[in-house]
């Protein structure tokens, strides 16, 4: 379920009035200052539900002017509660729900937004809320223009005898103030390069968790990225390591299908296992509300996406249908014309979301089924070959750098919703003009 609601507000202030007095009239001019523009919208998207609890999604977006600081409220229709919160913190009253930012998601620019999500509980019905409020404003869909400024009033006045001017002392020229720090640009996330922490998942030896080692230093919640691997490894995820480090260094947490050191698990390789990716997710969930985690709310849980090489593109696809994915990358990968695995090509057509395929050419024997598989995708979609890379090459080859800037990039322009990101994938000078890349699109 998703509501869909917004408010655009611009709050008057009104300022002194100037008097000024000439030879036998008096005029009164009225000013309006400045005024500040709000607005905002709100997805409220119920991403998962079972009996008596719920997990939900919510994303505002700032129409206005930049704000330092907000406040969303709402009010629950059914008796629903909050259970627990992440990127932000919570209070509730009766029906009456407040979220106020956490200590990195404060500031939302002029065209921003802010993520948090959370579980809850329902007892009979679980229907959406009715209208949001940002920082006390109700979201209406418009933002107001100040009032026109009045016209001056013209009245008669006597003219004033005249007064001697009297003699002031000059004062000293005050300092001038310093001028605020511009809100830094959306900074696309293939310019970063963070120092990365290869770990074993906390209280599971089925994951190995890639993050910046330092979360404060990326300056927001991060995205979480599950990825599958090769061959279906779910013990030995070496081969990915370099792929993996680079998507992380850019400020992605990932959480990939293998022990951390190769050692057993309990989990047989060689075959798709979607849940692991989806349980993946879970993972990511629980470690967020840990105290003591260092990804403790440090995670934004609203932008997610599953991604996989090989037989674990497989495990991704499947896995993307979870209404907790936001985005799916295929990489040399496809689902099989046989239903080879257990699974048909038929689950094509239960994507929720943008997909990106990525082949390495002719020479990929994932070649065909990624090209079908784009053709029969009904949602969103990219294409991208790169006619060197093989089926390898990518995440071992020489087009590793070439292929996880790909992947990045949609990534950020799927869950960041980066402009810069977006051009690269889908304009004709980004990944289209560089040799032996091929590129296409639909439905965006």
Not at 38 to 63: H, I, K, M, Q
Not at 300 to 307: E, H, M, N
Not at 367 to 389: H, I
């Amino acid at each position: 379920m998703r509501l869909d609601s917004s408010f655009r507000r611009r709050p008057r202030l009104a300022a002194a009035a100037a008097v000024l007095l000439t030879a036998g009239v008096t005029v009164t001019a009225a000013h309006v200052a400045s005024a500040a523009t709000a607005g905002c919208d709100v997805d409220y998207t119920v991403t998962s539900e079972w009996p008596g609890g719920f997990g939900a999604s919510v994303r505002v977006r700032n129409l206005g002017d930049a704000i330092n600081g907000w406040r969303l409220t709402w009010s629950f229709p059914a008796g629903q509660a909050v259970t627990q919160l992440w990127n932000g913190s919570f209070t509730q009253s009766g029906a009456q729900v407040t979220v106020t930012n956490a200590s990195y998601n404060g500031a939302i620019p002029s065209g921003g937004g802010a993520d948090f999500g959370f579980n809850g509980s329902w007892n009979g019905s679980n229907p959406v809320p009715a209208s949001f409020a940002l920082n006390g404003v109700t979201c209406t869909g418009d933002v107001a223009s100040p009032s026109p400024t009045p016209s001056p009033t013209l009245s008669p006045s006597p003219s004033p005898s005249p007064t001697p001017s009297p003699t002031h002392s000059p004062s000293p020229s005050p300092s001038p103030s310093p001028s605020a720090s511009p809100t830094p640009p959306n900074r696309p996330a293939i310019e970063n390069n963070f120092p990365v922490t290869r770990e074993g998942a906390y209280g599971t030896n089925r994951y190995t968790v890639f993050r910046p080692s330092n979360p404060s230093a990326v300056g927001r919640a991060m995205p979480v990225l599950v990825f599958g691997n090769g061959a279906c490894a779910h013990t030995n995820s070496s081969e990915v390591i370099q792929a993996l480090t680079f998507i992380a260094a850019r400020g992605f947490v990932v959480v990939d299908t293998a022990s951390v050191d190769g050692s057993s698990n309990g989990v047989q390789s060689g075959s798709p296992i979607p849940s692991l990716l989806t349980d993946g997710i879970s993972w990511a969930e629980r470690e967020n509300a840990r105290a003591g985690s260092p990804l403790y709310q440090r995670l934004d849980l609203s932008r997610v996406a599953t991604a996989g090489h090989s037989c674990g593109g497989l495990e991704a696809l499947i896995a993307g249908q979870d209404r907790r994915v936001k985005s799916v990358v295929s990489l040399d990968s496809g689902l099989f014309a046989d239903g080879s695995f257990g699974y048909s090509r038929a689950e094509l057509s239960k994507l929720h979301t943008p997909v990106m395929f990525l082949d390495g050419g002719l020479s990929d024997i994932a070649y065909d089924n990624s090209r079908a598989n784009y053709d029969l995708t009904q949602v969103p979609a990219v294409l991208a070959e790169q006619s060197q890379a093989g089926h390898v090459g990518f995440i071992t080859g020489a087009q590793m750098s070439e292929g996880m800037t790909a992947v990045v990039q949609f990534l950020d322009m799927m869950l960041n919703d980066n402009a810069t990101a977006r051009s690269y994938i889908l304009g004709s000078s980004g990944l289209a003009s560089r040799a032996f890349w091929t590129v296409r699109s639909k439905n965006f």
